[in-house]
């Protein structure tokens, strides 16, 4: 009989985004309200890592980088 095992996936994505303010503080809190809004969108192109942990009942898992 196979065992049920959880497969997790991770991803990390970056992208660069020009914003316009008087200071960083208010193109830290410009960036986050565009981001929420969906005005900055990051696209699946701009992969910088991904890692996988596969988990069992009562065993650890480790990440690994695939």
Do not use: Q
């Amino acid at each position: 009989m196979k065992n049920k095992y959880t497969a997790t996936i991770e991803e990390t994505l970056s992208s660069d985004f020009e914003v316009y303010a008087n200071n960083s503080e208010e193109a830290i809190e410009l960036a986050i309200k565009k981001y929420r809004d969906g005005e900055l969108v990051l696209e699946p192109g701009n992969l910088m890592s991904k890692k996988i942990a596969i988990t069992f009942p009562n065993k650890d898992c480790e990440w690994l980088e695939f």
